[in-house]
C-alpha cells in the first residue's frame, strides 16, 4: 500500500528557509499531480503549490507564497519538495503533501502525508 513519509518540518526564525520533502512508499503507478497544502490551526486546510506530472509539467502556486516557495520533484524517487524561503510567521501550519493518482480508467484518488509540523517565529 502507499503511504507519502513527510519530512524537513521544524522551528524557524522570520525570513529563514526549510525544505519540505515528500516520499511514497509501496508501488505508486500513475501520479497525475503533486502538490503541498497546509493547515493552520483554527483555519481550513489550504492549496500552497502543485506540479502537473501527467500533462505538461505546469506549477501553480497560491498568491501568498508566489515568489517565496518552490516545489520540485523528483520522478525517479516518487518524491516531491517545496523549499520555502523568507518564511514569515503566518506561513506556520502542518504542512501535509498531496498525491493525485489515476487508477483504472479515468478514476483518481488522493494519497496525504501525515503533516510536518512549520513553525514560523517572529
Known amino acids: 500500500q502507499v503511504q507519502l513519509v513527510e519530512s524537513g518540518g521544524g522551528l524557524v526564525q522570520a525570513g529563514g528557509s526549510l525544505r519540505l520533502s515528500c516520499a511514497a512508499s509501496?508501488?505508486?503507478?500513475?501520479?497525475?499531480?503533486m502538490g503541498w497544502y497546509r493547515q493552520a490551526p483554527g483555519k481550513q486546510r489550504e492549496f500552497v503549490a502543485s506540479?502537473?506530472?501527467?500533462?505538461?509539467?505546469?506549477?501553480n502556486y497560491a498568491d501568498s507564497v508566489k515568489g517565496r516557495f518552490t516545489i520540485s520533484r523528483d520522478n525517479a524517487k516518487n518524491t516531491v519538495y517545496l523549499q520555502m524561503n523568507s518564511l514569515e510567521p503566518e506561513d506556520t501550519a502542518v504542512y501535509y503533501c498531496n498525491f493525485r493518482v489515476i487508477y483504472l480508467i479515468r478514476r483518481e484518488y488522493d494519497y496525504w502525508g501525515q503533516g510536518t509540523q512549520v513553525t514560523v517565529s517572529s
Open positions: 506540479i502537473n506530472i501527467i500533462s505538461d509539467g505546469s506549477i
Open positions: 509501496g508501488s505508486i503507478f500513475s501520479i497525475k499531480t
